[in-house]
């Protein structure tokens, strides 16, 4: 029995592009242990993520930005960016929703020493480099995610989220936020609506699963909306990722997740005509300068654009110059 994931979404695989693409992917987590050769806890090769930003840039992949999941990750994304070609790399600095359980644990002064912590490296990474520019991209990643309650509990991840709003507002930061909404649009929204007259910048709600309904929602609250392979699993969000206006469409690889299967529906429906990706083994064959199966990488990000123009309907550089802007609108990364 044929599936119908893909019922009534165009049947044309869009057009392999006339020119080279440029691409930002604005969600990375370099400091994610699979970038380190650790899986499921055992070593298999080397670190290698100096190899993935160089795939990247080789695949058109101008900007990357990593993700700060939290405060000890700070100093380990700012080094990677510090080392990259200026203006090439940027971060953020905030606390996801998994762990939010840590500014309670804090030894150091407890909840209000973690965030005075946290306020202080952001402070610090505002300074602009030599060149002139904030490596300093977004403030988070911050919000709320129920998917995986494992990590912390509703209660923690609501104090958190709000304990980092009333940072932002009382440390006056300019700078779009950066958001995480799992399995939770209604708290999500009830605790940032009453902030959002101090958020004249907004933010990007990324990697983003959910109902275009609520997906609208997000928009007319005046935040960007970005996607990947997660996006693209479900009938639900595909319908999501298909209605994202162009004029608020972000896009990234959110790596080492977020991988478009080469087997799945969407990729044999809208990646016929993608580039091919560079050569890879699997993690116990590791050899430097190659991808690792099963692992996904930022030079991917041509595949998520290939996907959403499928599912639009439009053209791949329509997707991928939109997505472009947009992320440069908003987070800046070192374009006048």
């Given at each position: 029995?044929a599936?119908?994931?893909?019922?009534g979404?165009?049947?044309?695989?869009?057009?392999k592009?006339s020119?080279?693409?440029?691409?930002?992917?604005?969600a990375?987590?370099?400091?994610?242990?699979?970038?380190?050769?650790i899986y499921?806890?055992?070593?298999?090769?080397q670190?290698?993520?100096?190899?993935?930003l160089?795939?990247?840039?080789?695949?058109g992949?101008e900007?990357?930005?990593?993700t700060?999941?939290?405060?000890?990750?700070?100093?380990t994304?700012?080094?990677?960016?510090?080392?990259?070609p200026e203006?090439s790399?940027?971060?953020?600095?905030?606390?996801?929703?998994?762990?939010?359980?840590?500014p309670?644990?804090?030894?150091?002064?407890?909840?209000?020493?973690?965030?005075?912590?946290?306020a202080q490296?952001?402070?610090d990474?505002?300074?602009p480099?030599?060149g002139g520019?904030?490596l300093?991209?977004?403030?988070?990643?911050?919000?709320l995610?129920?998917?995986?309650?494992i990590?912390?509990s509703?209660?923690?991840?609501?104090?958190?989220f709000?304990?980092?709003?009333?940072?932002?507002v009382?440390?006056?930061?300019?700078?779009?936020?950066?958001?995480?909404?799992?399995?939770?649009y209604?708290d999500f929204?009830e605790?940032?609506?009453?902030?959002?007259?101090?958020?004249?910048?907004?933010?990007?709600?990324?990697?983003?699963?959910?109902?275009a309904?609520?997906?609208?929602?997000l928009?007319?609250?005046?935040?960007?909306?970005?996607?990947?392979?997660f996006?693209?699993?479900?009938?639900?969000?595909?319908e999501?990722?298909?209605?994202?206006p162009?004029?608020?469409?972000?896009?990234?690889?959110?790596a080492?997740?977020?991988?478009?299967?080469?087997?799945?529906?969407?990729?044999k429906?809208?990646?016929?005509?993608?580039?091919?990706l560079?050569q890879?083994k699997?993690k116990?064959?590791?050899?430097?300068?190659?991808?690792?199966k099963?692992?996904?990488?930022?030079?991917?990000?041509?595949?998520?654009?290939?996907?959403?123009a499928?599912?639009?309907?439009?053209?791949v550089?329509?997707?991928?110059?939109?997505?472009?802007?947009?992320?440069?609108?908003?987070?800046g990364l070192g374009?006048k």
């Amino acid at each position: 029995m044929a599936s119908n994931l893909l019922a009534g979404f165009p049947a044309q695989a869009p057009a392999k592009p006339s020119t080279k693409l440029r691409f930002a992917d604005v969600a990375v987590t370099a400091t994610a242990k699979d970038f380190a050769g650790i899986y499921r806890g055992k070593q298999y090769h080397q670190p290698d993520f100096d190899a993935v930003l160089d795939r990247a840039l080789a695949a058109g992949v101008e900007k990357v930005v990593l993700t700060g999941m939290s405060l000890s990750d700070a100093a380990t994304n700012l080094s990677i960016a510090k080392s990259r070609p200026e203006g090439s790399c940027f971060v953020t600095i905030g606390i996801h929703p998994y762990h939010a359980a840590e500014p309670d644990a804090e030894p150091d002064g407890g909840e209000d020493g973690h965030f005075a912590k946290l306020a202080q490296t952001v402070r610090d990474a505002l300074a602009p480099t030599s060149g002139g520019i904030s490596l300093l991209a977004a403030f988070g990643e911050l919000g709320l995610d129920y998917d995986r309650l494992i990590h912390a509990s509703k209660e923690a991840q609501i104090r958190t989220f709000k304990r980092q709003l009333d940072l932002f507002v009382a440390e006056k930061l300019d700078l779009p936020l950066f958001l995480h909404c799992r399995a939770a649009y209604d708290d999500f929204v009830e605790v940032i609506k009453p902030y959002l007259p101090n958020l004249p910048r907004r933010g990007l709600v990324h990697s983003f699963v959910g109902s275009a309904e609520q997906m609208k929602g997000l928009v007319e609250m005046g935040f960007d909306v970005s996607v990947n392979g997660f996006s693209f699993q479900d009938r639900e969000s595909l319908e999501m990722a298909r209605e994202v206006p162009l004029d608020r469409l972000q896009i990234e690889t959110d790596a080492p997740w977020g991988e478009i299967p080469a087997g799945s529906e969407v990729a044999k429906k809208y990646l016929t005509n993608a580039p091919s990706l560079p050569q890879s083994k699997k993690k116990d064959k590791f050899e430097l300068g190659l991808m690792v199966k099963g692992r996904n990488e930022s030079c991917t990000i041509d595949r998520v654009a290939f996907v959403v123009a499928g599912l639009k309907g439009c053209t791949v550089e329509e997707v991928a110059e939109a997505a472009w802007r947009n992320s440069v609108k908003m987070f800046g990364l070192g374009e006048k």
